[in-house]
């Protein structure tokens, strides 16, 4: 069954995913990093930051770049997107990200996805905006594929737009272990 699970965006919320892949979204720009990718980045000792500082990475739309988090995080891996220039960031860009999104954990057999939507942590697209459109245009829920569990880390106003989502595409409710968040499964 595909799930759809909320959790706040704090580092030990991580902890109640494990053997996920977490899905990092970055824009070239380079300022501090924010949100998921700059949770990561201070747990992970500044890696995604020297990356960035020597130009090993340059979030340029389409880039991917494969993190093994070691012992630092409890997740098998850390992929991160690039997103191209904020300024070309657009709805059709946060669903091509997405489908990127997919189609990686696909080539992974990877199952379980934390992620924090492209653009929210810049204040680029709303919560509302960003949930409407995983909703409706992430492959796995259109399709109902069973294979894929999201967690989606944002702000805890996501977590009733997620609900409303949940049930206008016929998801059931649960709660998760330990109160970190809601799950949705179909």
């Not at 340029?60 to 991160?80: D, K, Q, T």
């Not at 220039?85 to 990127?100: H, K, P």
């Not at 492209?118 to 796995?140: K, V």
């Amino acid at each position: 069954m595909t799930s759809v699970q909320y959790i706040p965006p704090r580092l030990d919320a991580i902890r109640f995913v494990p053997e996920s892949v977490i899905c990092c979204f970055q824009f070239q720009e380079k300022k501090p990093l924010k949100g998921i990718a700059g949770l990561i980045d201070w747990r992970m000792l500044g890696c995604v930051s020297r990356l960035r500082i020597a130009d090993t990475w340059e979030a340029g739309f389409g880039e991917r770049l494969l993190v093994m988090p070691g012992n630092r995080l409890p997740a098998s891996y850390i992929v991160l997107f690039g997103c191209g220039r904020e300024a070309d960031f657009t709805e059709t860009v946060y669903t091509e990200l997405l489908t990127q999104m997919i189609g990686c954990a696909r080539e992974m057999r990877a199952s379980r996805i934390v992620l924090s939507p492209p653009g929210r942590s810049e204040d680029l697209i709303s919560g509302e905006a960003a949930i409407r459109l995983f909703f409706q245009n992430c492959p796995a829920i259109m399709c109902n594929e069973s294979e894929f569990s999201f967690t989606i880390m944002d702000s805890l106003e996501i977590q009733s737009i997620i609900e409303s989502e949940s049930e206008r595409h016929r998801l059931r409710t649960d709660l998760t272990p330990l109160n970190t968040g809601r799950t949705f499964t179909s």
